[in-house]
């Protein structure tokens, strides 16, 4: 682990036990570093009626954009169990917004089995993204 994932992965960590997951027991934490060079976190949010809640990621997008940061570099989920969590399909969308398909994307459990080391393009192939709003009308 470099020193750059290991301060996203304490992020992460941290943010984590302040998950409000009381219907799922699943807590999230997310942890991203933006070209502003800080790390910004998230955690998921439920709420009692279930499809409102809001996952890690799109806390931790929101943190970085109050934050003053505008491009996810890298980002770490980490969630219950041993098997890496993953960011959701829509997660996915959300990050690409900020990202190119190069970034790295780090996944783990918190019970400590092996990260998965992935990036947005194998996640997300062949996305759409806002680029694609950007030709002349
Ligand atoms: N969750 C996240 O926060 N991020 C993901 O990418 C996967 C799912 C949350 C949403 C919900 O609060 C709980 O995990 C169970 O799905």
Known sequence: MDEIENALFKAATRVRAHAHAPYSGFQVGAAILADDGNIYAGCNVENAAYPIGNCAEASAIAAMLAGGGRKIR????????REPVTPCGGCRQRIREFADASV?????????????????????????GPEFLESEI
């Open 74 to 81: 890298r980002i770490l989920t980490l969630g219950n169990g």
């Open 104 to 128: 790295p994307v780090i996944c783990r459990g918190v019970e400590g089995g092996e990260a998965l080391h992935t990036t947005l393009g194998e996640l997300l192939p062949h996305s759409f």
